[in-house]
């Protein structure tokens, strides 16, 4: 997986969100951000077909605890069905890009 900064409010994910060093690495990108002040994030999933629960979790901390208005962007059918399935659709303000 491949985590770029491309404004101060948008970050983009390359490859599968598979692994516990994703989420560190994903977690730590964000927070950057949302300590520097932004209040509205995009993030950007390229490839991931899905996205492990740790990462799941740490979406939602940051938008009920940290006030942030999060929109996620996907790629890939198959993590849109997840996060459908999920009932995360709405909360992540999921759009899938075709």
Same mark, same amino acid.
Do not use: C, P
């Given at each position: 997986?491949?985590?770029? $900064? ?12 598979? @692994? =516990? ?8 990108? %964000? ?16 490839? @991931?077909?899905?996205?492990?629960? @740790?990462?799941?979790?740490? =979406? %939602?901390? %940051? %938008? ?7 929109? $996620? ?8 069905? =997840?996060?459908?399935? =999920? ?9 899938? $890009?075709?």
């Amino acid at each position: 997986m491949e985590i770029k $900064v491309i404004d101060n409010h948008t970050v983009e994910i390359h490859g599968n969100i598979k @692994s =516990l060093d994703n989420y560190n690495e994903i977690k730590q990108t %964000i927070q950057q951000l949302v300590s520097g002040g932004a209040r509205n994030l995009t993030l950007n999933v390229r490839d @991931s077909l899905s996205m492990v629960s @740790s990462v799941i979790g740490f =979406l %939602i901390k %940051i %938008i009920n605890v940290d006030g942030v208005a999060l929109n $996620v962007n996907v790629w890939d059918e198959r993590l849109y069905a =997840l996060l459908d399935q =999920l009932s995360l659709v709405e909360l992540f303000h999921v759009r899938h $890009v075709k």
